[in-house]
């Protein structure tokens, strides 16, 4: 398969009327000096390997976190709820942590890093302040909306099942402030060409996880499942800031400098705008997603997510490294080398992803027995599971290089191409679901997955 890659030229920066143009200018933060706050540029295999090396860490831990999670509760309500609960959840965090605040905001910081410094903390700064306010405003409403929610997304689901899964909403909005913040965290710092907290991220949350799964088993009572996410969530958050403070990425602040903050969310806004719509459109074909599965059957549920874990282990082990090393670090390239470079990885994803569909299609009910077959996990579980892999290895390979692309457009300040294009992709997967759940179901929810990878890389190219 051949790909055509549009050069990728320079960032351009529109002139804003009153913006500070002395790079010396007051800024609202100390910014720092010492050679550790500098873009350490690693090119993007570098930057790829660190993020990879956390990937495969985190996949394995997340192998465990599934076989565990599957032997202890195989697919009844207490698993069904806590992948509800999540859910829930991160439909409202990733509006805000996900492509919509990394498609915007490295590019610009890793900008402001090269050429003016304070404006990178200014940046850093402002968007911490508003995030952390809308990390409170969200838990509140999950907490005072769990009941609702929880009807709304799971419709399936049995009286006692759904009261669960509210509780299991309510816990997790705990921890909600606090994962926003990491998020914007890991962005700094790969803004700056450090890859820490992203590339430890995964392994962190799946130990979280784990003992939350062990507190569930021990005490009885699977509640602690989201107890395990919450307790992550704060003290990552807390070990981000801390790495950042420690390596000199981000000064404390000194004062406040509203003319340098307004200017620089402004431009942070140009970028993001076209990008606004992108979290609810995609959240919204997932929130479609899991009320088709819970109309299959409640099992279908959690037989969903677990599906999704293997086909996820090649998005976050290729697409996701690639696409955010890439954000990063084509950037500091010229057209052509970020082409070449772009075209080169293009080849190799494909070269290995497209086998790796053509496994998960003839052998996925082999796997899914080898790996997950055990204890509660039995013979209709094993099934279900089956039937939605084979669904997603249709389109597997063409959603992991299709997300890389995407994160190619982000570079080049296309984002409204990114936009339509993910529109696009995510109205297919909708009409895929509710289409066909009743003639195929389990199945359908794979192959709709597997349709949105297909849309996404053809429209790109």
Same mark, same amino acid.
């Given at each position: 398969?051949?790909?055509?890659?549009?050069?990728?030229?320079?960032?351009?920066?529109?002139?804003?009327?009153?913006?500070?143009?002395?790079?010396?200018?007051?800024?609202?933060?100390?910014?720092?000096?010492?050679?550790?706050?500098?873009?350490?540029?690693?090119?993007?295999?570098?930057?790829?390997?660190?993020?990879?090396?956390?990937?495969?860490?985190?996949?394995?831990?997340?192998?465990?976190?599934?076989?565990?999670?599957?032997?202890?509760?195989?697919?009844?309500?207490?698993?069904?709820?806590?992948?509800?609960?999540?859910?829930?959840?991160?439909?409202?965090?990733?509006?805000?942590?996900?492509?919509?605040?990394?498609?915007?905001?490295?590019?610009?910081?890793?900008?402001?890093?090269?050429?003016?410094?304070?404006?990178?903390?200014?940046?850093?700064?402002?968007?911490?302040?508003? @995030? *952390?306010?809308? %990390?409170? /405003?969200?838990?509140?409403? =999950?907490? &005072?909306?769990?009941? !609702?929610?929880?009807?709304?997304? #799971?419709?399936?689901?049995?009286?006692?099942?759904?009261?669960?899964?509210?509780?299991?909403?309510?816990?997790?909005?705990?921890?909600?402030?606090?994962?926003?913040?990491?998020?914007?965290?890991?962005?700094?710092?790969?803004?700056?060409?450090?890859?820490?907290?992203?590339?430890?991220?995964?392994?962190?949350?799946?130990?979280?996880?784990?003992?939350?799964?062990?507190?569930?088993?021990?005490?009885?009572?699977?509640?602690?499942?989201?107890?395990?996410?919450?307790?992550?969530?704060?003290?990552?958050?807390?070990?981000?800031?801390?790495?950042?403070?420690?390596?000199?990425?981000?000064?404390?602040?000194?004062?406040?400098?509203?003319?340098?903050?307004?200017?620089? @969310? *402004?431009?942070? %806004?140009? /970028?993001?705008?076209?990008? =606004?719509? &992108?979290?609810?459109? !995609?959240?919204?074909?997932?929130? #479609?997603?899991?009320?088709?599965?819970?109309?299959?059957?409640?099992?279908?549920?959690?037989?969903?997510?677990?599906?999704?874990?293997?086909?996820?282990?090649?998005?976050?082990?290729?697409?996701?490294?690639?696409?955010?090393?890439?954000?990063?670090?084509?950037?500091?390239?010229?057209?052509?080398?970020?082409?070449?470079?772009?075209?080169?990885?293009?080849?190799?994803?494909?070269?290995?992803?497209?086998?790796?569909?053509?496994?998960?299609?003839?052998?996925?009910?082999?796997?899914?027995?080898?790996?997950?077959?055990?204890?509660?996990?039995?013979?209709?579980?094993?099934?279900?599971?089956?039937?939605?892999?084979?669904?997603?290895?249709?389109?597997?390979?063409?959603?992991?290089?299709?997300?890389? /692309?995407?994160?190619?457009?982000?570079?080049?300040?296309?984002?409204?191409?990114?936009?339509?294009?993910?529109?696009?992709?995510?109205?297919?997967?909708?009409?895929?679901?509710?289409?066909?759940?009743?003639?195929?179901?389990?199945?359908?929810?794979?192959?709709?997955?597997?349709?949105?990878?297909?849309?996404?890389?053809?429209?790109?190219?």
């Amino acid at each position: 398969m051949t790909v055509t890659v549009r050069p990728i030229p320079p960032p351009t920066r529109p002139a804003h009327p009153g913006a500070p143009t002395d790079p010396g200018s007051e800024s609202s933060s100390s910014a720092p000096t010492s050679s550790g706050s500098g873009q350490r540029g690693q090119g993007l295999s570098g930057a790829f390997a660190k993020l990879f090396v956390g990937g495969v860490a985190g996949k394995l831990l997340g192998m465990v976190r599934e076989v565990a999670l599957a032997a202890a509760f195989g697919t009844g309500f207490g698993v069904g709820a806590f992948r509800a609960g999540q859910t829930a959840t991160n439909v409202l965090t990733h509006t805000f942590t996900g492509d919509t605040l990394n498609a915007g905001f490295i590019p610009l910081c890793s900008r402001y890093t090269r050429e003016e410094p304070a404006k990178a903390q200014s940046l850093f700064w402002t968007l911490a302040a508003l @995030l *952390g306010g809308i %990390g409170i /405003l969200l838990a509140a409403v =999950l907490a &005072l909306g769990a009941p !609702f929610l929880s009807r709304a997304l #799971v419709p399936g689901f049995p009286l006692e099942a759904q009261a669960l899964t509210a509780d299991m909403i309510r816990v997790m909005a705990v921890g909600t402030p606090f994962y926003v913040l990491a998020a914007l965290f890991s962005y700094m710092e790969m803004a700056h060409g450090r890859y820490l907290i992203a590339s430890i991220r995964a392994p962190i949350q799946n130990v979280g996880l784990l003992l939350g799964i062990g507190a569930a088993v021990w005490m009885s009572d699977p509640i602690y499942l989201a107890w395990g996410f919450a307790t992550y969530a704060a003290l990552f958050s807390i070990f981000g800031f801390l790495t950042l403070v420690r390596n000199q990425v981000v000064g404390l602040p000194r004062g406040w400098a509203w003319s340098e903050a307004t200017h620089v @969310l *402004g431009e942070f %806004g140009r /970028l993001v705008r076209p990008l =606004l719509l &992108l979290p609810l459109v !995609f959240q919204a074909s997932l929130v #479609v997603e899991r009320m088709v599965a819970s109309l299959i059957s409640p099992d279908v549920v959690p037989a969903l997510d677990y599906a999704k874990f293997f086909s996820e282990s090649g998005l976050a082990l290729l697409a996701i490294p690639l696409g955010m090393a890439g954000l990063s670090e084509l950037g500091r390239m010229d057209a052509q080398r970020a082409r070449r470079t772009l075209e080169r990885t293009l080849g190799l994803l494909l070269t290995f992803t497209v086998p790796c569909s053509l496994f998960l299609a003839i052998h996925g009910s082999t796997l899914i027995s080898v790996t997950l077959g055990r204890g509660r996990f039995g013979p209709e579980a094993i099934h279900s599971t089956s039937l939605v892999l084979t669904g997603l290895a249709v389109g597997f390979w063409a959603q992991v290089a299709g997300y890389v /692309l995407l994160k190619a457009l982000s570079v080049q300040e296309r984002n409204r191409e990114v936009l339509w294009i993910t529109a696009l992709a995510s109205a297919a997967h909708i009409a895929v679901n509710l289409a066909l759940y009743r003639v195929l179901g389990a199945l359908s929810l794979g192959l709709a997955i597997g349709v949105y990878g297909i849309v996404l890389l053809k429209c790109w190219t």
